[in-house]
């Protein structure tokens, strides 16, 4: 069965603080990793990745996936409270053209 | 494009009472998706249409959940009958091949 695990489930760390989220997957045939930002409402895209080694970057964030050993991770650096969200990460699976979605983490940032 | 269009926003209905949730896809995507989301499981997908066809309905919980799409540019969820467990932010999202998948704002669905 495809999986997708997220970790920690839960995080809270204080404003300005630097945080590393954890995806780890065992999908068959799997083509992409997509990490999402969920807060009160529907999940927003953030990264797609397909190479392994290769970090994309946006702003604060990053994201760098590993083939080999079957994860990726999130990072946000100088935390503002704005990043608060539930933060999803999804495998796409080759030929199938279907996301299996981990079960998040919340993270919450404090003042 | 005005992205994925989900209605209702809200639905609260009363259990036994038949549910039809609905979705406009972004123009041009191939793929359409119905997930689930609850605190306890988190983003479950139900269904999946590519080019109109269902592809995948491994995740519709039982044979009272039933989804079409007709064309590329209308689908719906159907919930009948419905029950207190069903309660849950159902959302549907779309994408083209390969790529990311952009979500609706969800329909919030209450049965009592």
């Known amino acids: 069965e495809d999986k997708v695990v997220q970790s920690p489930l839960s995080l809270v760390v204080h404003e300005g603080d630097t945080v590393t989220l954890n995806c780890s997957y065992e999908v068959t045939n799997f083509r992409s990793l997509l990490w999402y930002k969920q807060e009160k409402k529907a999940p927003t895209f953030l990264f797609m990745l397909t190479s392994s080694g290769i970090e994309k970057k946006s702003g604060r964030l990053s994201s760098i996936l590993d083939k080999k050993e079957l994860f990726s991770i999130l990072n946000i650096t100088a935390t503002q409270t704005g990043d608060s969200a539930v933060y999803l990460c999804?495998?796409?699976?080759?030929?199938?053209?279907?996301?299996?979605f981990g079960q998040g983490t919340r993270l919450t940032i404090n003042p | 494009d005005a992205g994925v269009i989900q209605s209702p926003r809200h639905e609260v209905t009363e259990m036994g009472q038949e549910v039809t949730l609905r979705c406009k896809p972004i123009?041009?995507?191939?793929?359409l998706f119905w997930y689930r989301q609850t605190m306890m499981r988190g983003l479950e997908l139900l269904i999946y249409?590519?080019?109109?066809?269902?592809?995948?309905d491994s995740g519709m919980p039982e044979d009272r959940f039933s989804a079409k799409m007709p064309n590329a540019s209308f689908s719906t969820l159907k919930i009948q009958p419905s029950e207190p467990r069903d309660s849950a932010v159902y959302f549907c999202?779309?994408?083209?091949?390969?790529?990311?998948?952009?979500f609706g704002q969800g329909t919030r669905l209450t049965v009592v």
């Open positions: 249409f590519n080019n109109n066809v269902p592809i995948d």
């Open positions: 999202a779309s994408s083209l091949r390969w790529t990311e998948a952009f």
């Open positions: 123009s041009g995507h191939n793929s």
């Open positions: 999804a495998g796409i699976i080759q030929g199938a053209q279907k996301l299996v």
